[in-house]
């Protein structure tokens, strides 16, 4: 019999923030991993982002779920350029396959966030740059 998965606790204000890699955002966003999941490919931060920073470009191998807790994300360059416009408090589903060429954080922002899969960081015309999953999400983590 395989042996049941431990439960896992994180006391979040106990963890020191880490810059995201520079080279998946830019403006200073931090994060914290919270828990990797090697047996459904998941895994779960919350991230600081600060007025005026953004993820690059990237797509969404499986779906994802996030909790806006502060501030406001602007996806697929917002509501007003025909994306979407994430308001704290809210909540976000991300579907298998989303893609997202512009997100950003028009004020000082943080979100809770579960991952279901990896993302695929890509270039404009859409051709991939890296995938990050849970596993180079914890060695990026260190």
Request: proline letters at 8%.
């Amino acid at each position: 019999m395989k042996p049941k998965t431990t439960e896992e606790y994180v006391q979040i204000d106990e963890v020191e923030w880490q810059p995201f890699p520079d080279a998946f955002s830019t403006g200073g966003i931090r994060w914290k991993l919270l828990n990797v999941s090697p047996g459904s490919g998941a895994w779960t931060a919350i991230f600081d982002c600060p007025a005026g920073s953004s993820f690059a470009p990237h797509i969404h191998a499986g779906p994802g779920e996030y909790l806006l807790t502060k501030g406001r994300m602007d996806v697929r360059g917002g509501k007003a350029a025909g994306g979407a416009t994430a308001v704290a408090p809210g909540y976000g589903f991300e579907s298998s396959g989303a893609r997202h060429d512009k997100t950003n954080f028009p004020e000082d922002s943080e979100f809770y966030m579960t991952f279901l899969g990896p993302l695929t960081f890509i270039k404009p015309d859409g051709s991939p740059i890296a995938v990050i999953g849970w596993e180079e999400a914890q060695g990026a983590w260190g």
